[in-house]
Structures are given as C-alpha cells and as structure tokens.
Nanobody
C-alpha cells in the first residue's frame, strides 16, 4: 500500500514562494518514481515535476522550469516541491503521485497512486 500525504499549501502573493512536502514510506521512496501533478478548475491536469528513485534525476514541465525544484530527503522519506516566483496561473490543487513499481518518470501522467491533494492559491 502506497501512502502519500501532502502538506505545505496555502495562499501566497504573486512572486512569492511555497514548499510542498509529500510524506511517504522508505519503500515507496526507494522503488517508485514520485512526482507532482496540479489541477486547476477548467484546465486539463498537468504533471509539473518528477524524480526518479534510482538516481534522483528530475524532469519538469516547461511551464515551471527554472521556478520549481523537486527534491527528496531519504532520511525523512519525503519528497519536496520548492516553488518560487509563483504566478496566478500556478493556482490549483497539487497532488503527489507515484509511477509504476521500479519504473521511471514517464513522459505523461504518473499512473500509480495519488495523494489526496493540497490547495495552492496565488493571488494578490
């Protein structure tokens, strides 16, 4: 059973920063690609970042490159999404998700389990 619990969302002004956290298990961190999706009302969902379990390599959506950073802490068994220079269009519900067991970050959506999601609102 994969457990994913997001935290760190909230309200921030444009240009501000937030750090999201996804708490999981050691087994999940070591064996699954883990990433973040976001969903805004009226928009198709988007995978914004992903980190591979085997080497820590990362991938990003073009819309967040240079502003968002995904990382992991193998002691705390947590994956983070550091979000800087946030814009109104970054508003949405952010979900931590995993890919296939022993798989790598896919080009498309992560097809494994998702966490419950957390709201991020960027507004002045």
């Amino acid at each position: 059973q994969v457990r994913l619990v997001e935290s760190g969302g909230g309200l921030v002004q444009p240009g501000g920063s937030l750090r999201l956290a996804c708490a999981t298990s050691k087994h999940t961190l070591e064996n699954y690609a883990i990433g973040w999706h976001r969903q805004a009302p009226g928009n198709q969902g988007e995978k914004v970042a992903c980190i591979n379990s085997y080497d820590g390599s990362t991938t990003y959506a073009n819309s967040v490159k240079g502003r968002f950073t995904i990382s992991r802490d193998t002691v705390k068994n947590t994956v983070y999404l550091e979000m800087n220079n946030l814009q109104v269009e970054d508003t949405g519900v952010y979900y931590c998700a995993v890919g296939a067991l022993f798989g790598t970050c896919p080009a498309g959506p992560l097809r494994g389990e998702w966490g419950p999601g957390i709201q991020v609102t960027v507004s002045s």
